[in-house]
């Protein structure tokens, strides 16, 4: 007597979805790090061709360049989120949650009045180069445009900081997950280097 054959067993789709296959230890920080590698030399391939064009002898003839005071005032801005983020990663690894919250927070604010002293700081910037413009001047508005690309990442890393912020109030992250945690304060140790280099090739050559 021949057998029937079986019925096959019907897939258990949800199941596929969400057993993911597993990722490589590693593999985040790695992304990460070629992320940042990339961002690196976008900036330093921008600070070179300014150096270049600065450096040659129709940007001396341009004459000395003059920066807003407020950039000054955003250089210790930047600093100091790149300093509480670190803050942030050592309280959420010692499982001290208030902490953690408030040196994201604080973090934010930061990062905010970063954006606000920018801000005039550029349109004086910007100004500037409308009024030089017309005597054959235009390294202001290279210094613009250069001081905006930085800012628009760290708007970028703004966003990080509200989403982890978010989260952290729904006790995401702990003494064993926190990735992002870690590589958005990696980002901000990056932008902070790149503004500090940034802005000490502008006084260096201005």
């Known amino acids: 007597m021949a057998s029937k054959d079986p019925t096959p067993e019907p897939l258990n789709y949800r199941s596929a979805r969400t057993h993911s296959?597993?990722?490589p230890?590693?593999?985040g920080a790695l992304g990460m790090r070629l992320f940042l590698m990339s961002l690196f030399m976008l900036f330093a391939a921008a600070m070179v061709g300014y150096a270049l064009i600065r450096t040659s002898p129709n940007g001396v003839k341009?004459?000395?360049l003059h920066?807003?005071?407020l950039l000054w005032i955003s250089t210790a801005l930047v600093i100091c989120v790149s300093?509480?983020?670190g803050q942030a990663v050592a309280a959420v690894r010692r499982e001290k949650q208030p902490a953690f919250r408030f040196w994201l927070l604080l973090?934010?604010?930061l990062a905010i009045g970063f954006l606000l002293v920018q801000?005039?700081?550029m349109y004086d910037l910007l100004a500037e180069h409308q009024r030089m413009r017309a005597r054959g001047r235009f390294l202001y508005g290279l210094v613009f445009i250069l001081i905006l690309l930085h800012a628009l990442h760290v708007a970028g890393g703004m966003i990080a900081l509200v989403r982890i912020s978010f989260?952290?109030?729904h006790g995401s992250y702990d003494h064993e997950h926190y990735q992002p945690v870690r590589f958005t304060a990696w980002y901000w140790h990056f932008l902070d280097f790149i503004w500090i280099v940034m802005f000490l090739t502008f006084l260096v050559t201005a």
Do not use: E, N
């Open 21 to 23: 296959p597993p990722v």
């Open 25 to 27: 230890i590693g593999t």
């Open 62 to 64: 341009q004459g000395p």
């Open 67 to 69: 920066f807003p005071h």
């Open 83 to 85: 300093l509480t983020m």
């Open 107 to 109: 973090s934010l604010a």
């Open 119 to 121: 801000s005039p700081a």
């Open 167 to 169: 989260r952290s109030r």
